[in-house]
């Protein structure tokens, strides 16, 4: 029979010996790596106990095999045939050993899953107790932190609301369930005309001027909630009319029930005044119109029988009764003709010149002809023109015109009085492009239920004879004419209180003359 080589059964056999015992040691390595990282892991100790016995296991039958071989080779067979029962009883309860610690595994799993579950239980209820504590604690230590938080945040809160409420420019005000006014701010008062620092003690019923009104905002705020955009009129602590633009909201409590209200009013007045002017100025554009038609239809007729008078004059002596007749007729007919003028400057239906000239200059011109006879009835003439005034374009014998009818009204309501002060007054306005004269007296100043008629043309309050009230009309078209405005102030000597002295204010607004305009204008 012939035998094979051994030599790559022996190298096996010993390399195989070699490799297993250091693949069980770093097995072993890996496992007591895994159960220091997680002690508590049963798993990982399992598998570090087994793998020790595995290594164990694995340097003894390594062992074995290595010294079998090196016997073998050393021709020594005798000893390995003694050592060789030992050697394989050894193994034999190594791998009882092994085979115990795999068979107990299942029970010690299911014990250490049962024991697990119940240890994460109690820790996820420590967890929560813990997190509740710790909740606990937080609010204990910063309660009051909170508290104090909550209070500046409410403090905050409150002044905004303050502010808004103190410095608004609109009337704002609170009333209860029984419609009395609780608080109302600084600027609701002062438009109502009362004390800020003892403010009155009103209701709604004290404010509007007309119950119909009353009524409307009662209903729509029970009805819908709110009042939205409502004009009214409101009485003021003098008995005056104050026109506003009411919004207001209602008050309710949990249960629907009506426990007040809180509103914002804006004040009116000045926008209807300035809507009454508007009005005004189209109402004289009109009337105009109509005074230049009849202007020139009888200045004709006028004319003849001025001129037939003046003829017939020449046939009677002067201390006849038909003479003194036709004077009075050539008067009257005068005057008519006058009157036919002052309703063509009204119509402005006359041409004006365009040159460039000094307000300044025209109320010197206009002072030169009328102070002397202001002086002569106690009337202290008060300049105060600017110097360098800008430039304007318009008519100087028109606005002569305008400004001697200013003095000559300023005139007649101080003449009752015996005298007074009159204050002319120019300035320039670069913020709108303007020049303003002012003409003020200390007149008895003009009732307010007729400031809005003074421009309407023949309206006068002056006795028969003594005007034709068409003065501040014609005054009115020519500043329109020039691109200008008027605004008057007035305070009636029934509406004077305390230290305020009646009076009334003229203010006559021109544009600037542009910079880059030319002082060659076409007349």
């Not at 003409?439 to 307010?448: A, L, N, S, Y």
């Amino acid at each position: 029979m012939t035998s094979l080589p051994l030599f790559p059964a022996i190298f096996t056999d010993m390399a195989g010996s070699g490799l297993i015992i250091i693949l069980s040691a770093l097995s072993l390595r890996y496992a007591y790596l895994l159960t220091r990282r997680d002690p508590d892991n049963f798993l990982w100790g399992f598998l570090f106990y087994f793998c020790i016995t595995l290594t164990i296991f694995s340097i003894s039958r390594a062992v074995g095999h290595l010294v079998k071989q090196m016997l073998l080779i050393g021709g020594q067979g005798e000893l390995w045939n003694e050592l060789s029962p030992f050697s394989g009883g050894l193994n034999t309860l190594l791998m009882i050993s092994l085979s115990a610690v795999i068979v107990f595994y299942h029970k010690g799993v299911e014990g250490y899953q049962a024991i697990r579950r119940k240890a994460l239980s109690l820790k996820e209820a420590n967890e929560r107790l813990n997190e509740a504590a710790d909740q606990l604690r937080k609010m204990n230590l910063h309660l009051e932190e909170r508290v104090e938080a909550r209070t500046a945040e409410l403090s905050a809160s409150e002044q905004k609301f303050r502010h808004f409420f103190s410095n608004s420019k609109d009337m704002v005000y609170f009333c209860n369930a029984e419609n009395r006014l609780v608080n109302m701010n600084r600027s609701g008062l002062e438009m109502l005309g009362y004390s800020v620092d003892n403010p009155p003690t009103l209701g709604l019923v004290d404010l509007f001027l007309h119950e119909e009104d009353l009524e409307q905002y009662f209903n729509s705020i029970l009805r819908d909630g709110f009042v939205r955009d409502q004009e009214v009129e409101f009485v003021k602590k003098d008995g005056s009319v104050l026109y506003v633009h009411l919004s207001a909201n209602g008050v309710f409590d949990e249960d629907g029930e009506f426990t007040g209200c809180e509103g914002i009013a804006k004040d009116l007045t000045r926008v209807k005044l300035m809507m009454g002017q508007l009005a005004g100025s189209e109402k004289m554009a009109s009337v105009g119109q109509m005074a230049a038609g009849v202007a020139h239809e009888i200045n004709t007729p006028l004319g003849v029988i001025l001129g037939y008078a003046q003829l017939m004059m020449d046939d009677f002596g002067p201390e006849t009764e038909e003479r003194q007749n036709l004077e009075i007729i050539e008067r009257q007919t005068k005057a008519c003709r006058k009157i036919v003028a002052d309703l063509l400057k009204f119509s402005r239906q006359s041409e004006s010149a365009r040159e460039q000239l000094s307000l300044n200059e025209v109320i010197r011109d206009v002072l030169a002809v009328t102070e002397h006879t202001l002086n002569m009835n106690h009337i202290t003439v008060h300049r105060h023109l600017t110097p360098d005034l800008p430039l304007v374009i318009g008519d100087s014998e028109k606005l002569r015109q305008v400004f001697v009818n200013f003095i000559n009204n300023a005139h007649h309501a101080m003449e009752e009085k015996g005298g007074g002060d009159l204050f002319l007054e120019t300035r320039s306005l670069p913020e709108s492009g303007e020049v303003e004269v002012m003409v003020r007296d200390t007149g008895h100043g003009i009732p307010e239920k007729i400031r809005a008629q003074i421009f309407d043309p023949f309206f006068t309050t002056k006795s028969v004879g003594k005007g034709t009230g068409l003065g501040l009309s014609v005054s009115y078209g020519i500043i329109q004419e020039q691109g200008g405005r008027i605004e008057v102030e007035s305070l009636a000597a029934s509406e004077a209180q305390g230290p305020e002295l009646p009076g009334t204010a003229f203010h006559v607004y021109l544009p600037v003359l542009p910079a880059d305009l030319t002082s060659e204008l076409t007349l």
